[in-house]
């Protein structure tokens, strides 16, 4: 994991098949305010090792990310979360370890077994059929800005223009996800479950031009499971903010951290993202 940066404790959660790396456009500016933890999530590339036939579900990954932060010396934290990290979030907040909770585009919001979730299965085969064509030197081709602008089209809304060391990371941790197909078999069989009660501030920003959980259809659960969360449109964004817009992402994630450490309760917007309301 990586950990950096002084001031109150952060923890960054990647999504599904990614790693820790995804969220270095953020850290220079996280880490003047935050001492950051950045783990990789159980069964993930360079996270913990998952073990053949042992439970490949949120909560045993969010049991691996409590005893991350408990190896740091770390109570509670500010916990940002994106995709699957932004479920991982929420329920970290649940189990009352969470200073504050910045949920981007959270996977977990929509009705498990319709459309939504059959539609995310073929997607997620889809993409592992492709990484394991290209095999161990397929990341590579994300040094080319054509390649890029192809296989990251569904993760950012400008994806020839990432980095390219950074697309290579990308790449290579999804086709090094041990956890991949037996999480993917179950999030699709059993789906996402309840959340406990969140007494933390939380802010659930979402992508209008998000492409693998656009809403509404995706985001649905989430007004009756965190029924006092702030929702925050970000405008010609997609699914992974920050990879689109650096700057936005960092101050949506340092205000509201600002306001909880100064004792602030943020106030409840005075509307929501069309079509979730």
Known sequence: MHRAGS??????????????????????????????????????HGGPEYLAGSPATPEAMADA????????????AHIVGNSLGGWLALE?????????????????????????????????R??????????????????????????LRDVAVHPADLPPALAVEMAEA???CPIYLPS?????????????????PVQIAWGTKDRILPWPGYAERFHRLVPAAQWIPLDGLGHCPMLDDVALTNKLILELSQRVDLGERPQQPASVPAGVE
């Open 7 to 44: 001031g109150s404790p952060m923890v960054l959660i990647h999504g599904f098949s990614a790693s820790w790396g995804i969220w270095r456009p953020l850290l220079p500016a996280l880490e003047q305010e935050h001492e950051v933890l950045v783990p990789n999530l159980l069964g993930h």
């Open 65 to 76: 990310l409590e005893r991350d932060m408990d190896s740091a010396g770390l109570e509670r």
């Open 92 to 124: 970290l907040a649940a189990r009352g370890r969470a200073l504050s909770v910045t949920a981007l585009s959270p996977a977990g919001g929509w009705t498990h077994g319709g459309r939504e979730t059959k539609r995310l299965a073929r997607l997620f």
């Open 126 to 151: 889809q993409s592992y059929k492709m990484h394991k064509l290209l095999g161990p030197g397929g990341a590579q081709l994300m040094r080319r800005r054509r390649f890029r602008a192809f296989a």
């Open 174 to 176: 999804a086709a090094a």
């Open 184 to 200: 993917l078999e179950y999030l699709t069989s059993t789906g996402f479950g309840e959340l406990g009660e969140i007494d933390v």
